[in-house]
């Protein structure tokens, strides 16, 4: 079946140290995005890439870095630097831009 | 930037009736508008989306509605259910925007037995 893949599905961080986040996809998408959920909010764009070793900042990219080596791949690392990172993670693909995203089924990061 | 604003926040209704959720967007350039439903602890879904050439587009209980001229759409299901429980976002894009979707906040509708 064709889908996205995120891992670790609960993810606890300790004060001071970085951790990385997978999202995987084989539904063959050129676009990868990942977005922040905060409770009540709506989602808050991070980081997107359009196409392999490229990738933009979003709207609350600070403390947060990317990669996209592979297409099927779109990691992300929460760093030190960023100072509320306890948030429900979001991946998502689409096929362009007139298109709807197909979500990964999230990640929840808690700082302790 | 774009900016959707989304109401209600949350919304009860007795099973069988309509719900009715509604959203404006700022910027006149967007084309594409999905709706997304999230259940608890899971990612959203795409349920149904609308590009702006269309004022109207059904999918048997739900139903999109575009009106490009006030910048605004509304998500309408009717004959409701227990399991339609859930968060419901609408978004909005614009094709020279690298597809980057702008959410609204969300609306909470729980639907009584």
């Known amino acids: 079946d064709g889908g996205i893949t995120q891992s670790p599905k609960y993810l606890f961080r300790k004060e001071g140290q970085n951790v990385t986040l997978s999202c995987e996809q084989n539904?063959?998408?050129?676009?990868m995005y990942w977005y922040r959920q905060d409770p009540g909010q709506g989602l808050r764009l991070i980081y997107y890439?359009?196409?392999?070793?490229?990738?933009q900042k979003g709207d609350i990219a600070e403390g947060y870095s990317v990669s996209r080596e592979k297409k099927e791949s779109f990691p992300l690392t929460v760093t030190s630097a960023q100072k509320n990172p306890t948030a429900f993670y979001l991946c998502?693909?689409?096929?362009?831009?007139?298109?709807?995203?197909?979500f990964g089924s999230g990640t929840r990061l808690t700082v302790v | 930037g774009e900016n959707v604003e989304q109401h209600p926040s949350t919304l009860s209704v007795q099973e069988g009736d309509s719900a009715v959720i509604k959203c404006t967007y700022s910027?006149?350039?967007?084309?594409?508008f999905p709706w997304y439903k999230q259940e608890l602890g899971k990612g959203p879904q795409l349920i149904i989306d609308?590009?702006?050439?269309?004022g109207e587009k059904k999918d048997q209980r739900i139903a999109v509605t575009l009106n490009k001229t006030a910048k605004h759409f509304s998500l309408h299901i009717t004959e409701t259910q227990p399991e339609d429980s859930a968060v419901y976002f609408c978004?909005?894009?614009?094709?020279?925007?690298?597809?980057?979707?702008?959410f609204g906040d969300g609306t909470t509708l729980t639907v009584k037995p």
């Open positions: 998502a693909s689409s096929s362009g831009p007139n298109y709807g995203y197909t």
């Open positions: 539904l063959n998408h050129d676009a």
């Open positions: 890439s359009q196409i392999v070793n490229d990738f």
């Open positions: 910027d006149s350039a967007s084309n594409y």
């Open positions: 609308i590009r702006s050439n269309v």
């Open positions: 978004a909005a894009n614009y094709n020279t925007n690298a597809g980057k979707s702008t």
